[in-house]
T-cell receptor, first 112, second 109 residues
Framework: SAVISQKPSRDICQRGTSLTIQCQVD?????MFWYRQQPGQSLTLIAT?????????ESGFVIDKFPISRPNLTFSTLTVSNMSPEDSSIYLC?????????FGPGTRLTVL | AQRVTQPEKLLSVFKGAPVELKCNYS??????LFWYVQYSRQRLQLLLR??SRESIKGFTADLNKGETSFHLKKPFAQEEDSAMYYC???????????FGKGTLLTVNP
């Protein structure tokens, strides 16, 4: 299995600021994903982050708002930029490893 | 476009009763279907996938392509089954998951 950790686990931020979420995996993985879960909603894929290439964003998500880094096979960051209260969500990192998708514990973000 | 529908937001049963969590999907090709579970204060984890055709913790799910359904069933619910259950679909080889909105199962003593 792959064990994923995320930092921070939660944060409360002011609108207009940015927050960077870190995702660390204990195994080398090619495919990493970032999901968002808004209150009362399902998980929605933000982007796919493969090492050595630009992240691929889903419809409705743009790089300027959610820049992603993937410097190596065990680490990725997601930045939520110029935050507004609508960005209040749980953000989850996920990896595909040995034919299974594993999820991190999530980062609970509240924007005031 | 791919879509996953879980019509029940909440489902409450008594211990020992059968339980069925419904999932319907929309996808033009051959999908892979999954059930994920999230117990209280734990992370999301894979429960089972249709390819494996296995029973996990007494749960089974059969892919019905005619009805485009992948319902999760257990003949005798246990209190420890109380959790949030998500049905998910993956199309092709991109491994991206589309999730339903989830069903919160409560098993009462």
């Amino acid at each position: 299995s792959a064990v994923i950790s995320q930092k921070p686990s939660r944060d409360i931020c002011q609108r207009g600021t940015s927050l960077t979420i870190q995702c660390q995996v204990d195994s080398q993985v090619t495919m990493m994903f970032w999901y968002r879960q808004q209150p009362g909603q399902s998980l929605t894929l933000i982007a796919t982050a493969n090492q050595g290439s630009e992240a691929t964003y889903e419809s409705g998500f743009v790089i300027d708002k959610f820049p992603i880094s993937r410097p190596n096979l065990t680490f990725s960051t997601l930045t939520v930029s110029n935050m507004s209260p609508e960005d209040s969500s749980i953000y989850l990192c996920s990896v595909f490893y040995t034919d299974t998708q594993y999820f991190g514990p999530g980062t609970r973000l509240t924007v005031l | 476009a791919q879509r996953v529908t879980q019509p029940e937001k909440l489902l409450s049963v008594f211990k020992g009763a059968p339980v069925e969590l419904k999932c319907n999907y929309s996808y033009s090709g051959s999908p892979e279907l999954f059930w994920y579970v999230q117990y209280s204060r734990q992370r999301l984890q894979l429960l089972l996938r249709h390819i494996s055709r296995e029973s996990i913790k007494g749960f089974t799910a059969d892919l019905n392509k005619g009805e485009t359904s992948f319902h999760l069933k257990k003949p005798f619910a246990q209190e420890e089954d109380s959790a949030m259950y998500y049905c998910a679909l993956s199309g092709g080889s991109n491994y991206k998951l589309t999730f339903g909105k989830g069903t919160l199962l409560t098993v009462n003593p």
